[in-house]
């Protein structure tokens, strides 16, 4: 079993900065893609970004160039950098893992989840 606990989230200005952490703990994550999704408020939840196990990383367009997704140096830990928030970004925001290689921004593929941790972006 894996678990995942999100930390980082908050209230920021437009134009401002969030770094995301997902602590991941258990049995066999160590080769698994993680990833980090989003749920606004009566939308379905979204891909935002992938970190695959060759240390390849997929995006979601809206937030591509603005967010950068990567591992800590304890292994343990992934990241989600946001820069340049928007209102839009507005969402809680979920770390999920799976073993599984294959549509890395649906969630669909993923059977472990964190709790989430809300984003909040003003104008």
């Known amino acids: 079993q894996v678990h995942l606990v999100e930390s980082g989230g908050g209230s920021v200005q437009t134009g401002g900065s969030l770094r995301l952490s997902c602590a991941a703990s258990g049995y066999g994550y160590s080769n698994y893609v993680m990833a980090w999704f989003r749920q606004a408020p009566g939308k379905e939840r979204e891909g935002v970004a992938a970190?695959?196990?060759?240390?390849?990383?997929r995006y979601a367009a809206a937030v591509s160039g603005r967010f950068t997704i990567s591992k800590g140096d304890a292994k343990n830990t992934v990241y989600l950098q946001m820069n340049t928030l928007k209102p839009e970004d507005t969402a809680m925001y979920y770390c999920a893992a799976d073993s599984r290689n294959t549509r890395y921004l649906s969630p669909f593929v993923y059977n472990h989840w964190g709790q989430g941790t809300q984003v909040t972006v003003s104008s």
């Open positions: 970190l695959l196990s060759d240390g390849n990383t």
